[in-house]
């Protein structure tokens, strides 16, 4: 077997950066032929907080200046997982490194942060990948598969949501994400990047929108068990209608105080010839209906994906699925381009294109009427 230099990395930021450790730490038994990978440091906002992400991932060691991290010759590799605020300083600046880099959702705060970003890896001839993580579901992947045959025909309407119970408590403080110049907004940046990245990587891109946003708890306590109460800047639910070339429309919607909900994503797509629906919480079967059965036959057929990686070594594809399987599976795909030289997909490219939806999507609430997507302002060439 050939020798493989090491993927060294150096991540930045401990809150998802715990899962994206995890996932790291553990790609290599999931698949054959990858770099190991070693943990050499972190970079997060606090001594305690680097000390405690040494301790619990086992990074070599800590620092709380990113910029150290980055000028680091031993680290060949980038992880960023902070506040979407700090997305486009650190993105610029690892940029401009020779170091692979992997990236949270969204790409930036705004449209602007975004376009300013692929505008420089484009004169530098560098990329990036996005963790969009729920497409590295076998069930996605398969449905996927299904509209790239027409297995559905020509697409009518979908419906893509993700629900969550998380802020129920108006005593939960929101903490950065109360703020609206350092979240770009609440589940519209939290959530539906998610569910945008899936629209336009399972159908396409939308050509107009319509959406409402609520902020519906509109104060909150500043920190844990504090009295002191901050106002909430950024919406608690969002519903869009989103139109497609070709005449598709249909609807993304996400909540972040739905009763009963825990990571609640459900997935509907309807075409001529027939219909898919998957969610997050029945994550091991996609559901299909086939159009072309006569009427008695009609209705949904129940078709197991588990964990069908067709590449992974273990555990097997008869072996229920997880969400952390999803972290793993990326990052297997991440490490595999970095090594062959391949274009990343998700790249910087798809994250402008989300983002142009987020900012279609927050015009339309401001308007309050439909907006079409706009030319203006779009990068022209390919990421490498």
């Known amino acids: 077997m050939a020798h493989l230099d090491p993927i060294r990395v150096g991540l930045i930021g401990y809150g998802v950066g715990k899962v994206y450790a995890a996932a790291l730490r553990n790609v290599e038994m999931y698949y054959a032929g990858l770099p190991p990978v070693e943990l050499v440091a972190v970079a997060t906002s606090g001594e305690a907080s ?15 200046d990113y ?8 680290i060949n590799t980038v992880v960023i997982a902070t506040p979407h605020y700090l997305h486009r300083d650190m993105l610029v600046a690892a940029l401009s490194t020779d170091k692979a880099i992997y990236t949270d959702k969204p790409l930036a705060n705004n449209l602007a942060e975004a376009q300013e970003i692929v505008a420089l890896a484009l004169t530098k001839g560098r990329d990036a990948q996005l963790s969009f993580t729920l497409r590295y ?59 945008a990245d899936l629209l336009l990587w399972l159908i396409g891109m939308p050509e107009q929108v319509a959406a409402q946003t609520r902020i519906f708890i509109q104060e909150r306590a500043a920190t844990k068990g504090s009295s002191e109460k901050i106002r909430v800047e950024t919406d608690d639910h969002v519903i869009i209608q989103a139109a497609l070339p070709g005449g598709p429309i249909g609807t993304i919607e996400a909540g ?60 097997g594809a008869d072996v229920p699925v997880g969400g952390m399987r999803f972290y ?37 609430d401001r308007a309050g009427t439909w907006i079409a997507r706009s030319t203006k302002g779009n990068i022209d060439g390919n990421i490498t």
Not at 50 to 63: D, I, M, V
Not at 67 to 74: G, H, K, P, T, W
Not at 335 to 350: A, S
């Open 328 to 364: 793993i599976a990326a990052f297997a795909d991440f490490l595999k381009k970095t090594l062959e030289k391949q274009p990343y997909d998700p790249g910087l490219e798809q994250g402008l294109r989300v983002q142009e939806v987020l900012e279609m999507a927050s015009e339309a």
């Open 50 to 64: 680097g000390k405690l992400a040494a301790e619990q991932s086992g990074f070599e060691r800590y620092t709380t």
């Open 67 to 74: 910029r150290e991290l980055l000028a680091s010759d031993d």
């Open 137 to 195: 579901c076998p069930a996605v992947q398969y449905a996927r598969q299904l509209l790239q045959d027409k297995r559905l025909g020509k697409i009518y309407s979908f419906r893509l949501a993700y629900y969550r119970s998380s802020y129920r408590n108006p005593e939960k403080p929101l903490r950065w994400k109360a703020d609206m110049a350092k979240s770009g907004g609440g589940v519209l940046s939290d959530l539906v990047p998610h569910l």
């Open 256 to 315: 972040r105080l739905i009763a009963g909900a825990i990571s609640n994503v459900a997935v509907e797509i309807y075409g001529s010839k027939g219909s898919l629906r998957w969610n997050l919480m029945d994550p091991n079967y996609l559901y299909v209906a086939d159009g072309s059965r006569t009427e008695s036959e009609q209705g949904w057929q129940q078709i197991p994906t588990v964990q069908n990686y067709p590449n992974a070594i273990i555990p």
